[in-house]
């Protein structure tokens, strides 16, 4: 990007970290860099104090593995939440995703990613070790798969659901079919046609 | 952004740090924070200590009010550099797209901004006494204007030329025209207009 060395070492450490954010490079390095300088040095401070102590002190849930500052979650530790159902996602963000809805009341399982031999992650990196234990414990009777319908997500699916086939659970998976909003015509041929063959009770509401 | 809280004080501290960064939302903020947990904690460390380094260590050149490692900036420290010419710019950004060029050879002089009425900027919260200082000293001989063509980059000139009147010095500013590339069919009238009537020698080369 610059063809010449930044005036100063340690402005220039601060662009190459800032660099190495996803989606920064460095001339936006640069930018941030120079609007920190105008920031008081106390905010400053804050900013890169607080980041590292997020980095430092946050925990895994142990139960879920959901992202938590205590050894459980708020999640598992609330005793309004329905403790016979496990939602199984891949990480926080769809943990996220799903609460907002605020139609979901049970626990979750986070996986941590999933099943991709492309990317070299096996089951074995993934939580589903701590899931069938949860499972196990007896208390659980439903599993609901909310994965991506990618490949690498039915794989992991269909890789659990083998493995939870000798318990006493049933599994479940979200509905699939057309969203709320979408135009059949521009629906792909694959969603409308599971939807037309999995056709539902009307409702009213 | 988020209806409900994120589900860790700790997560929920550093996205609104964050998310404080110019360009950065909450939900890029999260995603920068969830990247951020994926990396080795010493490197997270480092990111924080090395921001917070570089707002509490930096300094302004004494002599330019460039940024600089030490108490005079590498330019102002380097005897090869022509002594007797001062570039004036808005900001360090100045300076570096200049000595890109690779086309100028003497020093720079960092005002930290430009005279601006409507965001309550004078000249008294620019460097300018500090330029008149160096000025004053005698081994000046050309004061070259390089602010942005902007109603606040001309005021700005305007004010430092009517200051730097009673000193023996040259006051020049960048040669304005037509750029290198530029159809003229596009070219703004006023722009054209002095190019035509600011017409110079052709040369080849």
Partial sequence: MFSFDLPSKLLNDAVEELAKLPGVGRK?????????????????????????????????????????DEEVCD???????????????ESIRDVMSIEKTQQYNGLYHVLGGIISPMEGIGPSQLEIELLLERV????????????????EGET???????????????????????GFGDELEYADELTLGRSIKNRQPFQVG
């Fill in 28 to 68: 936006t390095a640069l930018r941030l860099a120079l609007y920190l300088l105008k920031q008081p040095k106390e905010d400053v401070e804050r900013f890169g104090n607080t980041i590292v102590a997020f980095r430092s002190n946050i925990k895994h849930c142990r139960c879920c593995n959901n992202l938590s």
């Fill in 136 to 151: 196990g414990k007896g208390d659980v009777n439903e599993v609901v798969l909310a994965l991506n319908t990618t490949m």
């Fill in 156 to 178: 992991t699916c269909y890789y659990i659901h083998k493995k939870l086939k000798d318990f006493p659970v049933a599994v479940t998976t979200l509905a699939r079919g057309i």
């Fill in 75 to 89: 999640i598992c530790s609330n005793p309004r939440r329905e403790r016979s159902t496990i939602c199984v996602v």
